[in-house]
């Protein structure tokens, strides 16, 4: 009770100062929740991905992740209906919904608030459709790799068009060819950063973390190498309206916060991944899938803050701290919900236990690969 106490005290004192935001900075305050959920939706959105990912690819390790990635996915009713602020509150984010930018007809139409909501809504319906029919399809060898082959294709359109709208439509004159990919790689980090870290806390869903440490390099390596390309791509065409989205970030302290994140995200976690026994120290993969999680909200700042004018700087950071605290509790505590009756053993017969529960997995994969 101590440790639900003090997560009740801390979101009260969180919501105090969302408040207290609203009241003096609506605009900050909207940009905080805008980051934190971005941040967060992204775990359920990438944990989708690699659900149909391990569909394809049977190994031990896409059955010791497969209960975590369906909880995930079963949290997106949730996110879209988080998103509900964002709806609401675009003129205050979003230029062309404010109307404050001179667009070619075609982009205004289609960055129009009731069109920006309606595709977010559809988004999230696609999404919860293809995770309800990857969680019917599982046990069925056929139906697993048409609901993958089939959902991996649509998720990576959706997903792509999703970035776009959230994060890119905030500087409309800003064109990026990756940069729909960008925001692919960086739900796939989220999402496997949780599923993993929550893995990893127990022996009883990762046994050993062998061949765990390459799998999060790669993914690391697919990051780095996606946001590079970007980079090398504009800065060498150097075209205004794209040169001035990585100007923005590098002055008035945002470069400190870049090199903040390509270090901790990048360099250090490159560096430690190289040795063999830290790629096996469940401790030292934990520790680097909380910071990745940690570094989403990084991520989700770089990419979102500099190209919304007129926020305050010194309200910000214990805005972006408080409302990140409250939405990531209200969907912890929904994915808790989804996940815990799945991961306790009951001597009743409605729940199975954990040694039934994996054999039937290991089944799985050994009938997945005679296949």
Known sequence: MTRYRAIAVLCLAAGIIVVAGIFFDARTTLAAYLIAWVATASIPIGALALLQMTYLVHRAWTNDLHRILIAATETLPLCGLLALPILLGQPELYPAAEGSVDLPAFKAAYLSPWFFATRTIVFFAIWYALAFWA??????????????????????????????????????????????????????????????GVGLSSHTWIPSARGYGGLFLSMILLWAYLHAMQYIVIWS?????????????STDGWQYVVMLLASAQFVGP????LSERARRDRKVLLGLC???????????LVLAAPGIHGLNGSLLPAVLIAVTI???????TFFVRQFMPTNVTANGPNVPSEASGQAKLRETELSCRRQ
């Open 237 to 249: 065409g150097n075209i205004p309206d794209e040169v001035t989205w990585y100007l923005a970030r």
């Open 135 to 196: 969680k019917a399809a599982w046990k069925n060898p056929d139906r697993m790799a048409r609901a993958a082959s089939v959902g991996l294709i649509v998720y990576a359109l959706t997903a792509s068009l999703a970035g776009i709208d959230w994060l890119q439509s905030l500087n409309p004159e800003f064109h990026s060819s990756i940069y729909g990919l960008l925001f692919i790689s960086f739900t796939w980090m989220s999402g496997l950063a949780f599923a993993l």
């Open 270 to 273: 490159f560096l430690l991944l």
């Open 326 to 332: 409250l939405i990531a509790t209200a969907w912890g």
């Open 290 to 300: 909380i910071a990745t999680l940690v570094l989403r909200v990084v991520e989700a």
